[in-house]
T-cell receptor, first 110, second 114 residues
Framework: GQSLEQPSEVTAVEGAIVQINCTYQ??????LSWYQQHDGGAPTFLSYNGLDGLEETGRFSSFLSRSDSYGYLLLQELQMKDSASYFC???????????FGSGTRLQVQP | DTGVSQDPRHKITKRGQNVTFRCDPISEHNRLYWYRQTLGQGPEFLTYFQNEAQLEKSRLLSDRFSAERPKGSFSTLEIQRTEQGDSAMYLC????????????FGPGTRLLVL
């Protein structure tokens, strides 16, 4: 089976940097994705890591270490609109389905 | 708006009734997924289609759940004899064959079983 661990809540102030960690256990790892979901909204794709290292997309970056079964999402220059839930998700080799973590609720304060 | 639409957006039903939800994916996407999400949790995978073929089903998907994608375009998810535990948000997502790591989610259908 698969399991993912991420913090349930994180609070930060506008303009700051926040890192959301994700550790996973899976039988055949293919890649790690990150999704953002605002209250009442649908999950929206942010980033994907299939290989070790850092992927940067604007203010968001994501990192993966396959040997440590660990990844993180880095949000820079936080804005109020970044207040949302952030989910890491893994895909196993040979499967198309994503397994999501329980999510990290980020609250950005002024 | 991701381009994935779902209908209805909200459904209230009584226990024991059948309900059907529809998903229209982005037109050029071959892959279609159904997930279920309850409050405070991440989406849980239910089933996956590539074109009209249903290729994966979660063990969570009981016999009361059935999904179809008859022409490889829109999909329906039916729940028979609904139970209160079926109350959740039902999300549909679609993706291309290439760049399939990006799944585009619809707005979801919120089901409440009384």
């Amino acid at each position: 089976g698969q399991s993912l661990e991420q913090p349930s809540e994180v609070t930060a102030v506008e303009g700051a940097i926040v890192q959301i960690n994700c550790t996973y256990q899976t039988s055949g790892f293919y890649g790690l994705s990150w999704y953002q979901q605002h209250d009442g909204g649908a999950p929206t794709f942010l980033s994907y890591n299939g290989l070790d290292g850092l992927e940067e997309t604007g203010r968001f970056s994501s990192f993966l270490s396959r040997s440590d079964s660990y990844g993180y999402l880095l949000l820079q220059e936080l804005q109020m609109k970044d207040s949302a839930s952030y989910f890491c998700a893994v895909r196993d080799t040979g499967r198309r389905a994503l397994t999501f973590g329980s999510g990290t609720r980020l609250q950005v304060q002024p | 708006d991701t381009g994935v639409s779902q209908d209805p957006r909200h459904k209230i039903t009584k226990r024991g009734q059948n309900v059907t939800f529809r998903c229209d994916p982005i037109s050029e996407h071959n892959r279609l997924y159904w997930y279920r999400q309850t409050l405070g949790q991440g989406p849980e995978f239910l089933t996956y289609f590539q074109n009209e073929a249903q290729l994966e089903k979660s063990r969570l998907l009981s016999d009361r759940f059935s999904a179809e994608r008859p022409k490889g375009s829109f999909s329906t998810l039916e729940i028979q004899r609904t139970e209160q535990g079926d109350s959740a948000m039902y999300l549909c997502a679609s993706s291309r064959d290439r760049g399939q790591e990006t799944q585009y989610f619809g707005p979801g259908t919120r089901l409440l079983v009384l």
